[in-house]
């Protein structure tokens, strides 16, 4: 678990949770990027067309 800021009220909470414990704001999910293998551009994980190279 690491700690990251709540971008509305600066507190630090987990960042596996899912709103700021402190103010209730919710915190989107982080996307996890992956090298396309054709250009290297990266992408998200769960996108199968590259918007680089197609």
Known sequence: M???DCSN???QISDKSGTCIHCGTPIPP????KP???C???VEENVYECPECG
Do not use: H, R, W
Not at 30 to 33: E, I, T
């Open 40 to 42: 290297s551009t990266m």
């Open 30 to 33: 982080k996307k996890v990027m």
């Open 36 to 38: 396309c293998p054709e």
């Open 9 to 11: 009220c600066g507190a």
């Open 2 to 4: 690491a700690l990251i």
